[in-house]
């Protein structure tokens, strides 16, 4: 199975840098992107598989609202998980925007952040994220098996009207009932069984 992929989206470098070293601290097979504006998450996301997006809301030009609201609105990226980090916006007003943009954003954390109590959400996340795939994944072999088995049915009903058609053809041939009809050309087996002792 595949890195769980984190992709981390900050204009503060050292924003990044402390998350990066926070997860690799305290989690082991992860992938971590980084980015340093929504357009750069953006060209990663269409680039990788991303599992989960921690994304800072205060960025230019593009908000993490707005990232939010873009993400939502693409059929491949509509079902990404995401974590919105805030240093600025504590207030509920903020909190009842993020969650209605997407049902897809899990959490809306407030900086300073509680390293350990980020840690613990991260587990149940990927816990949960991981379960999910599984699931996806199981779903669409069921569905590779079903349509295979119907591939399968489909050619042995052809393979059953072509011997339906030649066994018609072959009853109805003129020669057919000719050769039937002519006694003479038919092969005695005790004659040949007789002729084989002798």
Known sequence: ????????IDDIEDNIYTLKFLLNS???????????????AIF??????????LSDIQ???????????YLQSVPSTSQIPIVLIT???????YKKR????SNEVVDFISKPIDDEILCQKLRVYIKIFEEK??????????DRLIKDHNKVNSMLDNLDNINEDLQGIIKHSDEYKKLMEE???????????AKNKS
């Open 26 to 40: 305290n989690f082991e097979d992860l992938q971590i992107l980084e980015a340093n504006s929504a357009k750069d």
């Open 98 to 101: 993020a969650f209605s943009l």
């Open 133 to 142: 795939k599984i699931t996806k994944e199981n779903l669409l072999q069921k």
């Open 59 to 69: 960025m230019p030009e593009i908000d993490g609202f707005e990232l939010v609201e």
């Open 183 to 193: 006694e003479d050309l038919l092969i005695d087996l005790e004659e040949v069984v």
């Open 1 to 8: 199975m595949k890195k769980f992929t984190i992709l981390i």
């Open 87 to 93: 240093g600025i916006y504590h207030d509920d007003i």
């Open 44 to 53: 990663l996301i269409m680039q990788n598989d991303v599992d989960l997006i």
